[in-house]
Structures are given as C-alpha cells and as structure tokens.
RNA sequence: GCCUCAGUAGCUCAAUGGUAGAGCAGUGGCCUCUUAAGCCAUUGGUUGUAGGUUCGAGUCCUUCCUGGGGUACCA
C-alpha cells in the first residue's frame, strides 16, 4: 500500500484528470497519428511541421512559455510550448500535464538559442494522464542522477526500468535480432519449425529435476518440460528430415547469475547426418548470427571473443593435457584419479571414471576455454542419448559441447538410433534415479517403441538462447537477457 | 542450499545509542530560450518484519521477509 507521500501525488493527479475532463478533454485518448519519431528530427526538418507522441520526461514550466522532454520507443526530444502559440485554453490543459503522461505534440522544429533542436508546440493533445509518478531522473551532459539504483526495483517493475533507461531496450531488441537471425538461418537450410508439448506426461531429455503440475480434468499429473528433445525424435521417426523448436524450457533447480527456472532453448535435428556435420552447421549458424547483428568485435566480460577462425575441436583427453599438462589415457580410471589427486579436486576413489573426468573438465578446463572451442567425444555414462563413438573407445560418444568464454554453448551428437542400446541406456538412468540421483530421467516406452520403429542416423543440438544472448549483449546476467526474469513473491 | 552484505519520504542519500534531515519529485506563488531551469514558501516518515537489550534504538542483539554479491548443483 502506499502511503501518504505517494498517496498525496497521486490524489493531485486524480484532480488534475478530473479538470481535465471538466475541459470537455478525455485524458485518456484512442489513437494519435504522428509523422515522426524523436530519433527522425534534424536539422533538415527545421522550419518543418511536424507531430509527435510520447512520454513527457521532464517539465520547466515557466509561467507562460515552457519546456519539456518527450520519450518516444527511438529516444528524447525537447518540445517549446508558449501560451501565445497554442492559445489560453491549449496551454490550460498543458498546465496541468506531469511528468509520465503520454502526449502528442504538433509543431514545427527549431533550434533554441544554445542550439538545441526543439519542436515550437501549436497544438498539444493528451493521450494518457499519468497516475502513478514515476522516478523523476536527472540527466546532464548524458550522466544521470537520482537514478534507481535498486536492481531488484528494475527486475520487479521492468515497465519503470525501461522508462528510466530506455537503453534497456536495445537488449531485447538485440535477443530479438538474434532468434530472427537463427530461425531464417534455419528456415533457409529447408528446416521445418514445430511446436511439441509443455505438459509431459513424462520428463526427459537431460538431466534435471522437473516442475510438476496437475490436470484436474484428466486427474493426471504432468511435468513441465525439461527438454524437447525426445518428442523431437519422434518427428525424425515419422519422417521429418530436418526439424526445430523454439522452446521455452524449466528446470526446478537454483537461480542464480546464470540460471532462470524458465529459460529459452533451440533444439534441432537432422537426419542422415552426424556430429562432424553438425560442428560445421551450427559454426556456421553463430558467424552468421554475429554477422547479422553487424559485430565486427565481441567482447564478453573482458574478454576478446575472436569469431573469426574456425572453432578449435579438442577431445577431452587433449584438452586435459593443455590446461593441466597431464598427458595421460582418459580410459584408464586410475590414472584420471592421480590427476585430480594431483590438481586437488575433492573426489573418491568410488567415483566412476565419467565423473571424475567431468570433475577435471568443469574445474580446470571448461572456465579456461574463451575462444570457441568444441569439446568432443564424452564419457557414455554421461551421455545418455549420444552414440558411441564409431571407431576407438566405445566408452565414449560422438559428442560436442561448444565453449565460449567459460561458458557452454551448444550441446550436440550423433543421435543414438539403436534401439537395444537405447533401452540399456534408460534402463542405466532408471536404476541411477531409484538411486537417489534426482536428476536422472525415467524409462519413456513411447520414445523406446519409437526408435524401435526405427529412426534413420540423426544428429541433434541444443543451444541455450539465453546464453547466447548473454554473449552478445556482454553481460553476466541472465536477467538481462531474460525481460521478466522469475523473482520471489513479496509476502 | 550455504556464506556474506543491504533495506530510512515516490526517487537519490544523510543522521557518535540522545528531537528522523536534505536534494529532486509533489503542492502554492513569481517567471516567454529553459535543459539536473531558477527564486520564495510548503506537504510528505509505523526507518523491510516481529521480538529483545537500554532511561532512551534508524543505530546494538535475535527471528523472519525481500534483494545484491559469492559459492554448490544445473543450461
């Protein structure tokens, strides 16, 4: 609730809409045509008749004659109004606008005596009066003051952030760019887009822990998706050769700088290809994103992102001898846990060989890899869905995982298409499951009879939207990226 | 989850354990080239919550709430 301090401002304004109306004025409008946005106005102009409509930002009333800023979605311009210009009754209604209200303004454009390009109002319409005052934000010589400085305010109240700082936009608006440039990437390579259900009877795909739901109708339990993958196979099984989803994914885990529990993923599939292809697919698709967006240089937290070259491919077993110098055969179980003894990592000697080159990859390799690199060739263990590899160790898959700048990007193999492997690959996660581990995913008999049907050789990634949109707009957090991210209920 | 810091007017911030204050916004007045407009006057507070210590708490202690920053798991 508020109190009496806003409760005043706000009675004021509810005075104001009624003189407002007295006027015979409705102050809350239907439409306003303008010729211009802010953004348009130049010297060019000058002289020129013009109308505009936006959010008034700031006022210096000055008897008479004032002047203000209005807001529009392309930025800020001043505006000059002068009761001898727009007549008594114009400039009445003027009188009682505040800073939030929306207006449309019509003028003609000239430059003040410090040469300021301003709009000289003749008519000014009230589009829709402000109630609630907003933060009245300072700006001088492009440095703000008073500015909310409470980012808890600019996650709750993003309308208000995006008021305030209007730059905030150019962040979704570059996420924007950025799926558009992926989905015609997509679209142009003759990919189908589909949309495959949030409401699973049953969870899969990766591994995490599941937000559940109920549908009463049915009286029957749902979980939100975790991934999209294994109905997107079934696709791949019907016939579809090339497919996609946008989707929104959840995950019932922490929040954190880089986590949302609801967050963006793009997974495609192709037939009749494998990880090699892939790896070159989804190179191309990211020099074409960063292309499309016009960013000759990417810098990420300090770090120089070079786009440039083709992405490095490393296996597991190389990337360890680089960043730790230990040249050692990643299938021998013991030697792996000499080299976490080694570097001081906390593991047991029970632990299987997977998790203890997962342990060596995720502490000193992974945060080190700032370059595009692909990681390849996982432990099967944790790789549930990949093929194995189709020569060498069959304890490891065709895998990838893109890394850019200590973060994964991509995640993507050679979709395991044996049906009798598959099924021992489930039967694995199952028994991990009743073992406590509340990540593993249950045995899916639809998507077990589907691949039993037969699905032709795949290769599948995922890209985390949110993350990549991180890179893009250089920031650590994936609040930035994400316009509403999930906060607690304030009791 | 754990550790840690923070929360005072609509916004930005003050206030040795001793009367809760300023600027902006708001309101009233003056003002036809201002731009963090200016000048004069003025309204506005259950100091996040609930307890405790004390003659006295915004300040010290405890609980809870919300958030920030770390850290663990996960994309």
Not at 87 to 97: I, M, P, Q, R, V
Not at 325 to 330: A, E, F, Q, S, Y
Not at 431 to 449: M, S, T
Request: hydrophobic letters at 35%.
């Amino acid at each position: 609730m508020e109190n009496k301090s806003l409760k005043q401002i706000i009675d004021n304004r509810l005075e104001k809409l009624k003189k407002i109306r007295e006027l015979g004025i409705e102050p809350y409008a239907y439409d306003y045509d303008s010729s211009h946005h802010t953004s348009e106005i130049n010297e060019k102009l000058i002289d020129t008749k013009v109308s505009l409509a936006g959010r008034v930002m700031s006022l210096r009333k000055m008897g008479k004659a004032s002047f203000a800023n209005i807001q529009d979605q392309e930025g800020r311009i001043q505006f000059y109004i002068a009761r001898d210009d727009v007549g008594e009754d114009n400039y009445n209604l003027f009188k009682l606008t505040d800073i939030g209200d929306f207006v449309g303004i019509e003028g003609k454009v000239f430059k003040t005596k410090t040469d300021a390009l301003t709009i000289k109002v003749s008519h000014l319409t009230i589009l829709s009066k402000n109630i609630k005052p907003i933060p009245d934000v300072k700006e001088k010589d492009g440095e703000k003051y008073n500015l909310v400085s409470d980012k808890e305010f600019r996650y709750r109240k993003r309308f208000l952030d995006l008021i305030i700082n209007p730059e905030t936009k150019n962040n979704y608006i570059k996420r924007f760019k950025i799926i558009n440039s992926i989905r015609s990437f997509l679209n142009d390579h003759g990919y189908i887009e589909v949309e495959t259900p949030v409401l699973q009877p049953i969870y899969g795909g990766a591994n995490a822990k599941p937000f559940t739901t109920h549908h009463n109708a049915l009286d029957q339990d749902f979980y939100l998706r975790i991934a999209t993958e294994l109905y997107l196979k079934q696709l791949i099984v019907g016939g579809f050769e090339k497919v996609y989803e946008l989707s929104k994914d959840f995950r019932n885990e922490g929040i954190d700088r880089s986590h949302n529990p609801e967050f963006t993923m793009l997974e495609f599939y192709q037939a009749y290809s494998d990880y090699n292809f892939m790896m070159d697919f989804v190179e191309q698709m990211f020099k074409k994103v960063v292309k499309d967006l016009d960013m000759k240089k990417i810098s990420w937290d300090g770090h120089k992102i070079d786009f440039s070259k083709k992405f490095a491919r490393k296996t597991m077993g190389e990337l360890i001898k680089d960043h730790t110098g230990n040249d050692i055969d990643i299938s021998d179980h013991s030697a792996v846990y000499k080299v976490c003894k080694d570097l001081k990592l906390e593991v047991s000697k029970k632990d299987s060989l997977a998790t203890l080159i997962d342990e060596i990859m995720r502490r000193k390799v992974e945060p080190n890899l700032i370059q595009p690199t692909y990681v390849i060739n996982h432990p099967v263990e944790i790789s549930p869905l990949a093929k194995v590899n189709r020569d060498g160790d069959k304890d490891f898959t065709e895998r990838f995982e893109l890394f850019i700048a200590g973060m994964e990007f991509a995640n993507g193999f050679s979709e395991l298409n044996d049906p009798i492997d598959q099924r021992k690959r489930f039967e694995d996660q199952s028994r991990k499951k009743d073992g406590g581990d509340e990540e593993a995913f249950p045995i899916d008999e639809n998507f077990l009879e589907a691949i039993e049907t037969g699905m032709p050789p795949t290769a599948g990634v995922g890209i985390g939207i949110d993350r990549l949109v991180m890179l893009l707009i250089d920031t650590r957090w994936i609040r930035d990226a994400i316009i509403f991210p999930t906060l607690k209920s304030l009791k």
